[in-house]
């Protein structure tokens, strides 16, 4: 199974910080690797979709990059309503693996 | 509006069977990929099951396989998961996902709400 590793497991920062989350994938994935958030209690929500792409109605301070085997999420100025906890996902292969999660906090 | 209605959970003692539905509309349900995603409550998002567009094509992950079925009714629009030899730590909340896979993109673009399954004697 191809494992996913995200980093930071949690981060706390302030609203209108720059936020990056990266995600590395075992083995090349090429780009297709997801972006999800989950805010608590709720169903989990894409968010960047083949690596780059925004999902339709994410706001465009949302962006993802990367190829093979290293990716990023960053949130170009944090909002209050940015909690929640962010997931990558790997859709290269069977079984779809995600990463274990960050969890994001505003100070 | 899609919308992906999950129910069937509840409690059940190890080694029981509980059969999950998931309710689908909005969308021609027959064109798509579908997957069951579980999430012990507080803990990260696992892959359970994937199922393609006519039933045809049927995947499980290693800890499910021999024990969890899933399958769809297209005449129904529903998705199911029909779990047997239930253990402790299948104690989680179930979501369905709908994944417009091949014939787009591979992601999982709409989720239900979830339901909850509590294995407990």
């Known amino acids: 199974d191809i494992q996913m590793t995200q980093s930071p497991s949690s981060l706390s920062a302030s609203v209108g910080d720059r936020v990056t989350i990266t995600c590395r994938a075992s083995?090349?994935?090429?780009?297709?690797l997801n972006w999800y958030q989950q805010k608590p209690g709720k169903a989990p929500k894409v968010l960047i979709y083949?690596?780059?792409s925004l999902q339709s109605g994410v706001p465009s301070s949302f962006s993802g990059s990367g190829s093979g085997t290293d990716f990023t999420l960053t949130i170009s100025s944090l909002q209050p309503e940015d909690l929640a906890t962010y997931y990558c996902?790997?859709?290269?292969?069977?079984?779809?693996?995600f990463g274990q999660g960050t969890k994001l906090e505003i100070k | 509006e899609v919308q992906l209605v999950e129910s069937g959970g509840g409690l059940v003692q190890p080694g029981g069977s509980l059969r999950l539905s998931c309710a689908a509309s909005?969308?021609?349900?027959?064109?798509?990929?579908m997957h069951w995603v579980r999430q012990v409550p507080g803990k990260g998002l696992v892959w359970v099951s994937r199922?393609?567009?006519?039933?045809?094509?049927?995947s499980y992950a290693d800890s499910v396989r021999g024990r969890f079925t899933i399958s769809r009714d297209s005449a129904k629009n529903t998705l199911y998961l029909q779990m047997n030899s239930l253990r402790a730590e299948d104690t989680a909340v179930y979501y369905c996902?709908?994944?417009?896979?091949?014939?787009?993109?591979?992601?999982?673009?709409?989720w239900g709400q979830g339901t909850l399954v509590t294995v407990s004697s």
């Open positions: 996902a709908r994944d417009p896979c091949p014939n787009a993109v591979c992601v999982f673009d709409y």
């Open positions: 199922i393609n567009s006519d039933g045809s094509s049927i």
């Open positions: 909005g969308f021609t349900f027959s064109n798509y990929w």
């Open positions: 083995q090349s994935i090429s780009g297709s």
């Open positions: 083949a690596a780059s």
């Open positions: 996902q790997q859709t290269y292969r069977l079984p779809y693996t």
